[in-house]
């Protein structure tokens, strides 16, 4: 077994039963979405992709890492409809309810990868994507189980490799310990801070689109945090591992 497939995966993926329909989605609607040779078991060599072939044009692509139920996902498609949209979800409800909201309104400028993020990364090459998004990831609030978060080398060293330079990585969390961890680590990955105030850390996005996670920090007296990086020119880290072509 490979090192890729070797990789631990801690997050749900499966939560209640799903109804009926959201089964006919995945059946009949998960497969014209998916981005295809990205998957460990249809790309076992790990070979480089080209990013090119997910619209099949040059567009710019923009990546949202765990999309949750989607809403915010779908609404940075309509709204920017010249861009090629990337969303990663392992859960496969939150992959069932963007396959509803997908049924209900199409969009043309949407691809879907529903696991690992990091399966994804593996396989890119340097520099192909021009922003990327991280909303209300899981925080694992233990403190033995901090190097499961997202913002860590782990993550963000592949991320910073398929990131251009001066693209944007947003990030959104309702949990002080995470944006004190984000603030720590994704720095050192490859990334200028635009958000170093922790006074702007409370004025969300113009194009935001508040998600159902979200609503529920709200409710549960949660403050969100808003943080915005972006790509700097630096080479990544040494010692990255790297798709073969």
Known sequence: MSETAARNFYG???????????KTYLREDLDGLRLKGVAQAENPDRSQVDPAGFFGDDRPLWLEIGFGGGEHLVHQCRQNPDIGFIGCEPFINGVAMLLGKLRRAPLANLRIHPWDVRELLDVLPDA??????LLYPDPWPKARHHRRRFVTPDHLDPLARVLEPGAIFRVATDIPDYVRQTME???PAGFDCLTPDPADWRRPWPDWLSTRYEQKALREQRRPHYLTFRRNAQPARSGLDTAQG
Do not use: H, S, T, Y
């Open 12 to 22: 749900r993926i499966k939560g209640k039963a799903l109804r009926p329909i959201q």
């Open 185 to 187: 680590e994704v720095p």
């Open 128 to 133: 192909c994507i021009a922003r990327a998004f």
